[in-house]
């Protein structure tokens, strides 16, 4: 039988994380899911169960804790790979609680190389990024040469340095080489429906707020604006199916742990490519729902960038990756899902 290769997963009960692992599963990985449960539910560690049939091993650490993040990489010394999704990520909350967003989210990650830093084996590590780093973009599609502007909120802030922190620790290493992948909007859930988007408390997003509405939670949805120079006068974001966007970070994890790549540090954006408005994404949750969405136009929600989707050549040629299912496909899954767990 020969020896998995170990990979460590933080936030791996979160939704892309969860995604991820289902997927490092089945191409025959070694599964450590680290998680301190503070934006996830344990309850996915069973539709993860159900859907591998195995005890994937989970660890409840908080990684903000140097003595546990040192404990738990002392007890897999072994590992060849780290995928970094754990992470706050609400951008409004950030600007409530800024110092919240830098502690979680950089201290963690510093606390994860200064381990690696004393491993003996190389690592392998993908971290989660997201095209906020771009804020407004100047030209459309984005690709990865656009300029990253001054954050807008500090979530987007600690991408953007969470990036120059892990680009300059594999500058300085010959065992340590990364990739960052910078997500578009990820939706939708499993097709087993085993795992999904599970927001705590009132939903930020638009997807998981259509489909919440739609079951009843709300009475309305909002739309944050339809005079905006848009065709539709609603704003436009690249929303792309979980699976693809998981399936992107095993492509991007062999890159790395098959030296396949050219330089210690790279960058990839992550996307359909196409753009999407607001109310093309409710037409579409209309059509796979077969029912009306409660909807009405409201004021614009500060700090909304007009327009945001992906030029994914970068990732299609060099990973090999691009995303195959479409809006309708993503939305639909996403309403199955809220429908199991109304
Ligand atoms: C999409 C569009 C809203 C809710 C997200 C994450 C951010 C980052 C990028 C990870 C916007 C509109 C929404 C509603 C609405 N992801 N909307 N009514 O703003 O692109 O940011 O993706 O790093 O963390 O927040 O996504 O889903 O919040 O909004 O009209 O009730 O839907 O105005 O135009 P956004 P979103």
């Known amino acids: 039988m020969p020896i998995k290769t170990k990979?460590?997963?933080t936030g791996g009960l979160g939704f892309i994380g969860s995604h991820t692992a289902v997927e490092l599963y089945?191409?025959?990985f070694e599964v450590i899911i680290v998680d301190d449960l503070s934006n996830s539910s344990i309850d996915v560690l069973k539709g993860l169960k159900n859907i591998t049939k195995s005890n994937l091993i989970f660890e409840k650490i908080d990684l903000k804790n140097k003595?546990?993040?040192?404990?738990l990489f002392e007890k897999h010394v072994d590992i060849k790979g780290i995928i970094h999704f754990a992470a706050s990520k609400a951008v409004g909350e950030s600007v409530q609680d800024p110092l919240k967003y830098y502690e979680n989210n950089l201290i963690s990650l510093i606390n994860i190389l200064q381990e690696v830093e004393k491993l003996k084996n190389s690592i392998s590590f993908i971290f989660s990024s997201s095209c906020t780093v771009y804020g407004e973009a100047n030209n459309l599609p984005i690709t990865e040469k656009e300029t990253i502007k001054k954050?807008?909120?500090p979530y987007g802030n600690t991408k953007q340095i969470g990036e120059e922190i892990i680009e300059d620790f594999s500058n300085s290493s010959d065992s340590f080489k990364?990739?960052?992948?910078?997500?578009f909007n990820p939706i939708g859930a499993h097709s087993s429906n085993e795992i999904g988007e599970l927001p705590i408390g009132k939903p930020q997003n638009l997807v998981p707020f259509i489909t919440q509405t739609a079951v009843g939670k709300y009475k309305e949805l909002i739309v944050f604006g339809?005079?905006?120079p848009t065709s539709d006068g609603t704003c436009i974001?690249?929303?792309?199916?979980v699976v693809d966007l998981a399936k992107a970070h095993i492509k991007s994890l062999n890159r790395l742990l098959d030296n396949k790549n050219s330089s210690n540090y790279d960058v990839f954006n992550i996307g359909t490519g196409k753009g999407s408005s607001v109310l093309e994404v409710i037409k579409s949750f209309e059509k796979v729902s077969n029912q009306k969405l409660n909807y009405k136009i409201g004021s614009r929600r500060k700090g909304d960038i007009i327009e945001a989707y992906a030029n994914t050549k970068k990732a299609n040629s060099i990973l090999n990756w691009e995303a195959k299912l479409s809006l309708d496909q993503a939305v639909n899954s996403a309403w199955k899902w809220q429908q199991k767990i109304q």
């Open 226 to 228: 339809d005079n905006y």
């Open 7 to 9: 990979i460590i997963v």
């Open 151 to 153: 954050a807008e909120s």
């Open 26 to 28: 089945f191409k025959g």
């Open 178 to 183: 990364a990739i960052s992948l910078r997500y």
């Open 67 to 71: 003595k546990s993040v040192k404990e």
């Open 237 to 241: 974001r690249d929303y792309i199916h």
